[in-house]
């Protein structure tokens, strides 16, 4: 395949940037889209240039490391993470546009690398369980719902990649913070901090300058663990309960 | 902004509702209006429940528009016009999404016009009139057709604000959870349909001749 790239350059933070536009030939379908960064880096190494600075670590689509904003769709047009993207997804010719997630609160730090030092922060604000200490406590002590099982594990699936807030015409993480808050929500041992630990969150994300949540659905369209749009829905029923209790 | 909006939302209907009364003639349509001034007496004054109904109505509005605005001012130093995509491509969102911060002010416009023309009527196309009936009557004969226009164009934008935003204010009341968001969908554009079709039939059925 022949692809025509066209990739965010940003040397710095405090650098302007600007898309430059790379060649491709002899690209292979069977790449992942990260392979065929790799490749291109490797082109531009022998030429003496700069290599592109992207995110990635596991390449198993588990980690939540990489993430790029391809052809305007975050993580590209799979729903899946942009390592786990393959270059079969596209077609020979195409010209591909990839720039990096776009918020305040994630700064290009260089290229394609974003600093989510944001989302950390959300969760050191109130995505935690206390644990007593002592002997373990037997596995049956603690009864949970089935469903109520499943719901928890569905959020917490959540890599904090960042493409909801990518997506989001707001710059919101709103579904990353409603992912964490259903899931440590939904289990006995995320009861004692449930009422503070909404307010903290919440708190916490509008002051790293995210955006509001106007409920659009764009995160949950492109999360590739597929969180469910209704974990916002939950997040606003624990806020109002906690904010009509006064905590917070 | 989903209280506030509830608000409105209700209004609208009750709104509607008395639009409607034009099909059973001037005297219903005008008797309605004139029961309004009346409404809570004798234990309010005259036009007491209308004027504090107006003062809810006005907060609602400002308060609504408030939140806008600041989630408006939030989105844009969340994502500066600086580091806007280049290319952005629509995955999910619905077109009425798209059109809620313009159509919203499309609609407050709207509104302004629509309060000097029929209510206070200081805009008064075909002859001012003590008539709420004869203001209607005048006012969207075929000669006034952009008044008309205006009119549909402002009644689509509350169609479109309504589908997206009673959705949404639902979310953010907490009740959209994934089982119930099929019927939550259907009722937010069953609601928005059935407000721009009632207030589309009014005007159009003046201009059409069907109702002077």
Known sequence: MNITLRVWRQKGRDDEGRMVTYKLTDVSPDMSFLEMLDVLNEKLTLEGEEPVAFDHDCREGICGACGVVIDGEAHGPERTTTCQLHMRSFNDGDTITVEPWRASAFPVVKDLVV???AFDRIIQAGGYVSAPTGTAPDAHANPIPKPDADRAFDAATCIGCGACVAACPNASSMLFTAAKVTHLGMLPQGQPERASRVVQMVNQQDAEDFGGCTNIGECAAVCPKGIPLDTISQLNQDLLGSLSKGIG | MAVTGAILVLYLIVHMYGNLKVFSGQEAFDGYAHGLRELGEPLLP???????????LLASVLIHIYAAVSLWLRARRARPASQRYQVKKRVHRTYASYTMRWGGVLIALFVIFHVLHLAVNVISPGGASDSPYERLVNGFQPQFWFVTLFYIAAVIAVGFHLRH?????????GVNQANRQPVLNTVATGIALIVTVGFLLPPLAVTFGLVS
Request: no cysteine; hydrophobic share 50%; charged share 15%.
């Open chain 2, 46 to 56: 005259e036009s007491g429940f209308l004027w504090l109904f107006r003062l809810v």
């Open chain 2, 165 to 173: 935003g009673i959705w949404s204010g639902l979310a953010t009341l």
């Open chain 1, 115 to 117: 600093d989510r030092g």
